[in-house]
């Protein structure tokens, strides 16, 4: 009858209600175990091995759940499997789940693990860094409609800022559309529900909902086999260059870093095209019209980070068939 969305918030709603009536009775309201048990995920047997907020005496796991739905900062909880000789449970409130610290999560034959559905709803990268996520992978975030999707999410290479992967091609797909001539601003999903190094872009909408809660975008080449050590790198803030909606034949735009070939600059104009039905966003680093140059070494009319009409193997994006490129967007943590 409802959508799951639906139902969650409505739940949700219902759960604070029944909460506020439970706080302002002292705890002598009706209880609604029913109602609770759709608000948590329930997993037997499991384990999530991170330091709870902390660890309490319940006599059911209706304490403990009453317990998390009152600390805000509650994501989940560890809740002994089987009760002590005087009939009591030891509870554990914890300020993270099993998306967050995934590998912390184990079969355990004297604990079940519940997740509170909905109050942690991930809309990029960002949020899992900020919860103490600290492994590269696959994670899962929602977008605007409230459909989630598995991203990847880089949150080591740089510490104190996370990313999320928006498009990577190999060169050998550089004649695809998506990575060719479809413009940021165009719908053009490639394997968007399996994020891969080889041919992936997401679709419009989910780049705009990663736009709006990013503050930066970045660049890089042969991240998978390379990291990120600055080399054949570029970043830039949303503030002073929007390559959502930029078009443009040849413009001089601020970044914040740039390195092409060994060629590089920090806070400085580099030379970027992106047309509709023609280019994607690209540098082109033969020409020196803009501050940043790197014409010494270059091809003619070198592209690079994108489009990739004409190729210098100098460029490491472009090195060899296999070589890949990646587009992520991403922000700063909060201290
Ligand atoms: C199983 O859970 C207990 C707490 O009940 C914990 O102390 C123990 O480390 C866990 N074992 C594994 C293998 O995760
Ligand atoms: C990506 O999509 C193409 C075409 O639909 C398909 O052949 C390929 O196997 C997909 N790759 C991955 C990693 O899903
Ligand atoms: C940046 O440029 C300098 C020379 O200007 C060079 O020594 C350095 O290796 C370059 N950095 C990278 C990451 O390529
Ligand atoms: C570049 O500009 C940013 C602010 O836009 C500033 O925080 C940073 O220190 C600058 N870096 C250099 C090397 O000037
Ligand atoms: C491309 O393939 C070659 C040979 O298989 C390998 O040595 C190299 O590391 C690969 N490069 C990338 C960027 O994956």
């Known amino acids: 009858m409802f959508s799951p969305f639906f139902r969650w918030f409505l739940f949700f709603v219902l759960s604070s209600k029944i909460l506020e009536a439970l706080y302002e009775q002292e705890s002598q309201a009706t209880h609604h175990p029913d109602l609770r048990q759709d608000v948590f995920v329930k997993d037997e047997y499991h384990f999530l091995n991170v330091p709870g907020i902390r660890t309490i005496t319940v006599y059911d796991a209706f304490d403990c759940t009453f317990e998390c739905l009152n600390n805000p900062s509650c994501f989940s909880l560890n809740l002994a499997a089987s009760k002590r000789t005087d009939g009591t449970l030891w509870c554990e409130v914890l300020t993270s789940n099993n998306y967050i610290n995934p590998d912390e999560y184990h079969e355990n034959k004297t604990s079940h693990h519940f997740s509170l559905k909905g109050r942690f709803r991930p809309i990029s990268c960002?949020?899992?860094?900020?919860?103490?996520?600290?492994?590269d992978g696959i994670y899962?975030?929602?977008?605007?409609?409230?459909?989630?999707?598995?991203?990847?999410?880089d949150l080591k290479s740089e510490p104190g800022i996370a990313w999320t992967l928006v498009m990577s091609w190999s060169r050998k797909n550089r004649l695809l559309p998506a990575f060719r001539k479809a413009v940021l601003q165009i719908n053009a999903p490639e394997n968007e529900t399996s994020p891969n190094w080889d041919r992936y872009r997401l679709r419009l909408e989910r780049m705009r909902s990663l736009q709006v809660h990013s503050t930066h975008w970045r660049a890089t080449c042969c991240y998978p086999t390379h990291g990120i050590d600055y080399r054949d790198y570029l970043r830039g803030n949303f503030k002073d260059f929007n390559i959502v909606d930029f078009l443009g034949d040849g413009k001089c735009k601020r970044v914040e870093y740039v390195d092409i070939r060994g060629h590089n600059g920090t806070n400085l104009t580099a030379l970027f095209w992106q047309k509709k039905n023609a280019w994607m966003l690209h540098i082109i680093s033969s020409s020196d019209r803009c501050k940043f140059s790197a014409s010494v070494g270059a091809v003619g009319s070198e592209d690079n980070f994108g489009f990739y009409g004409e190729i210098n193997q100098k460029f490491r994006c472009t090195q060899a068939?296999?070589?890949?490129?990646q587009w992520w967007f991403g922000a700063h943590l909060k201290k």
Request: charged letters at 15%; one cysteine or more; glycine letters at 10%.
């Open 140 to 153: 899962k975030i929602y977008d605007n409609d409230g459909n989630s999707f598995p991203a990847y999410c």
């Open 321 to 325: 068939v296999n070589s890949t490129t």
């Open 126 to 135: 960002v949020e899992y860094g900020q919860q103490g996520a600290y492994k």
